[in-house]
């Protein structure tokens, strides 16, 4: 549900349209539902923005959850789910550390290490947690002072997108993989509690 909510919200600009253009928009229709209205505030600034919010989502705002943390969240649980998808092939395909076990099913993979040796998920949960607070920490102050893009850490070891032109196809470019990520994501975990097989078990099951 958290996925679907992200995907669905996060498609629109943080910035308030000016009255102008509010009104060009009025009566132009959403590029991805042309069935109804285009909403006022999406107006393409952000990658990604299809003008997709059947629910008026967007125009939420003062109440701690305005357009800012939608698309704050929504890449970072895109960038979460492309790491965990990755992760779950390469386990599928017996790339694990030393000691942890192997198997098809991702899921019962997961509860098998929980069962034996639990530290290393605790571990984790406690380094994600610390991870949150300083990201918390940097969404806040950028939604205060608007000098931080949404998702932006300015980490950028292999400096990509060096031109404005270059960081908008990149931008664009994530969020799509990332939105796709998620939804495999979701199918993941649907798959691994109800069938016995990993993901490229179930992609492709052989005789």
Do not use: C
């Not at 918390?136 to 102050?141: D, H, R, S």
């Not at 893009?149 to 994530?174: H, M, Q, R, T, V």
Request: overall charge neutral; proline content about 7%; glycine content about 12%.
């Amino acid at each position: 549900m958290a996925t679907v909510f992200a995907s669905a919200v996060a498609f629109a600009p943080v910035g308030r349209p000016t009255r102008g253009s509010v009104s060009m928009m009025a009566g132009q229709r959403s590029k991805s539902l042309p069935f109804l209205t285009q909403p006022p505030k999406l107006d393409g600034t952000l990658a990604g923005d299809e003008g997709f919010d059947p629910l008026g989502l967007s125009n939420i705002d003062n109440v701690g959850l305005d357009l800012y943390w939608f698309r704050e969240a929504e890449l970072k649980h895109s960038r979460v789910a492309m790491l965990a998808i990755v992760g779950a092939l390469a386990q599928e395909l017996g790339f694990v550390l030393p000691g942890l076990p192997t198997g098809k099913n991702q899921v019962s993979v997961f509860w098998e290490v929980l069962d034996r040796n639990p530290g290393p998920i605790f571990a984790g949960v406690i380094f994600l947690g610390i991870v949150e607070l300083i990201s918390g920490v940097a969404a806040t102050e950028g939604r205060k002072n608007g000098d931080r893009a949404p998702g932006d850490f300015n980490f950028n070891p292999l400096n990509y997108g060096k031109s404005d032109k270059e960081k908008k196809e990149l931008a664009l470019k994530e969020i799509r993989n990332g939105r796709l990520a998620m939804w495999a994501a979701a199918g993941l975990l649907l798959q691994g509690t109800t069938t016995s097989g990993g993901l490229l078990d179930n992609a492709v099951p052989f005789p």
